[in-house]
């Protein structure tokens, strides 16, 4: 029997419960036209936590990031070798932009750039072919000359977007972010295959260690909506990891507040990622989420 296809109604309705249910999850790699593959292929996520990410304080410890990420990246990939894993994604003639995100109240963790910086170099790029920069890409040497892409942002709730993700951490490639803010920023893939990052993204990650679930205004930040989830979503599709990271939002909200609480404005940039621009999967049923570490309190 042909499966009825999804529509935003339906979105709309699941996003309500995605803790169990799985609204969204995308498919597509690196910008590219993913829309080509077969409507029954998979992506792959990798979600990693380890409790011992933070300190007492709040701190992230290096050592154990870099154990996370290199257990991510072998699980992705399907390597027994982290250095073989990046090598699969990163050749030594690339020139490497770092994309992070700088807003103070929950920035990329400086840790995580380091480790990126490291691995990347450890694939033989030389130091001054490796940029990282979030609001200066566009005029960033690096950057305009970039090969390759990566991807780290928190996950956290946005104003206009819903929820800022690795889909919305590409704004800054365009010269006039807020034009793309109508309709809960509805159309932020269409920024994927713009030049400057068209097929270039080698690697998303949607820091997930002590998420914002909830927040009013453009610039609100409280710590009672954070929690060290201690986390880290993976994946070469951008739009499976946000959708991914969505549903964990969205059963922490149902959870602390004890009732379905759907994000406001609606994250329904993630879905038109998937089914407008075919940036990548929406669909639950076709990622294939690899859960590694820490389980207790996962929430998917």
Known sequence: MARKPITRRDFL????????????????????ESGKKSAGSRVKVVLIRDRDVLDDKGRVRYEVMERMMDRAVCGLLGTSSPLEAWGLMIKAEDTVGIKTNVW???????????YLKKRVMGCGVPEDRIGISDRGVL?????KKATALINARPGRTHHWSGMGTCIKNYIMFVPR????????????????FLP?????????ILVMLTPLFHGIGPHHFSKQYVWPYCGLIVSQDPVAADATGLRILQARRKEYFGEERPLQPNA????????????????????ELVRLGWQEGILI
Do not use: M
Request: glycine content about 6%; proline content about 7%; charged content about 20%.
């Open 13 to 32: 309705k699941v996003a309500a419960v995605l803790p169990v249910a799985g609204a969204l999850l995308p498919t597509g790699s690196d910008g590219q």
């Open 104 to 114: 103070n109240y929950l920035p990329t963790p400086k840790e995580l750039e380091e």
């Open 177 to 192: 972010p807020w034009e793309w803010h109508a309709d809960s920023c509805a159309n932020l893939a269409k920024i994927w």
């Open 196 to 204: 400057e990052v068209k097929g270039k993204t080698r690697l998303n």
């Open 139 to 143: 005029n960033h040497p690096i950057f």
């Open 268 to 287: 329904h940039h993630i879905f038109f990622a998937d089914t407008r621009h075919h940036l990548g999967v929406s669909s639950a049923e076709r990622i």
